[in-house]
Antibody
Framework: QVQLVQSGAEVKKPGSSVKVSCKVSGGTLRSYEISWVRQAPGQGLEWMGGIIPLFGTTTYAQKFQGRVTISADESTSTAYMEVSSLTSEDTAVYYC????????????????WGRGTLVTVSS | DIVMTQSPDSLAVSLGETATINCKSSQTVLKSSNNKNYLAWYQQKPGQPPKVLLHGASTRESGVPDRFSGSGSGTHFTLTISSLQAEDVAVYYCQQYYSTRYTFGQGTKLEIK
């Protein structure tokens, strides 16, 4: 069965960057959009952005535009999300989530999620 | 961006009773050409990723018990959980996917009274 396998927990210093990976195990990136959703401790879900490898397009939430870069490597079926200029406010669990392209050009719901990657930003 | 607002922020319901959670969007998520609402509901238990319960406002995802139901159209939606069970304790989120700048409601924490 298809799974989204995320990289392990990270501890970063303020001002640094972090890159989190999300590998599609048992499947392919094609025909899907991969989004990144974060959840700060005790808080709700916040969509950060997504990538459609089939079209080579990325979309970002306005809040993260310019500070977040989402990319994908179809040869390894892996998506990546890099956040720069980290602050303590970026301490959160980062999830990757898959949605179908059935609704294109609208979006679609997230039917598959990774287990999450905890990123802790601390001096 | 489309703002999603849920109410209440938390609620406590007795086992076997019905829980109702509301979700309002700042603009319509109904696509008139196909009469589909681009609205999903998720359940998140502690330490777990969210799990989709309903999409299209009222279509249950495969394997989701039929005590979970959704209604509404346009900008106002409701998630109803009937015959509440202990395993339903979780935080519930609505999400719009009409815009590809996806947005979630702030979440509703459901507890047992």
């Amino acid at each position: 069965q298809v799974q989204l396998v995320q990289s392990g927990a990270e501890v970063k210093k303020p001002g640094s960057s972090v890159k989190v990976s999300c590998k599609v195990s048992g499947g392919t990136l094609r025909s899907y959009e991969i989004s990144w959703v974060r959840q700060a401790p005790g808080q709700g879900l916040e969509w950060m952005g997504g990538i459609i490898p089939l079209f080579g397009t990325t979309t970002y939430a306005q809040k993260f535009q310019g500070r977040v870069t989402i990319s994908a490597d179809e040869s390894t079926s892996t998506a990546y999300m890099e956040v720069s200029s980290l602050t303590s406010e970026d301490t959160a669990v980062y999830y990757c989530a898959r949605d179908d392209l059935d609704g294109y050009p609208h979006g679609w719901y997230f039917d598959l999620w990774g287990r999450g990657t905890l990123v802790t930003v601390s001096s | 961006d489309i703002v999603m607002t849920q109410s209440p922020d938390s609620l406590a319901v007795s086992l076997g009773e019905t829980a109702t959670i509301n979700c309002k969007s700042s603009q319509t998520v109904l696509k008139s050409s196909n009469n589909k609402n681009y609205l999903a509901w998720y359940q998140q238990k502690p330490g777990q990723p969210p799990k989709v319960l309903l999409h299209g406002a009222s279509t249950r995802e495969s394997g989701v018990p039929d005590r979970f139901s959704g209604s509404g159209s346009g900008t106002h939606f409701t998630l109803t959980i009937s015959s509440l069970q202990a395993e339903d304790v979780a935080v519930y989120y609505c999400q719009q996917y009409y815009s590809t700048r996806y947005t979630f409601g702030q979440g509703t924490k459901l507890e047992i009274k």
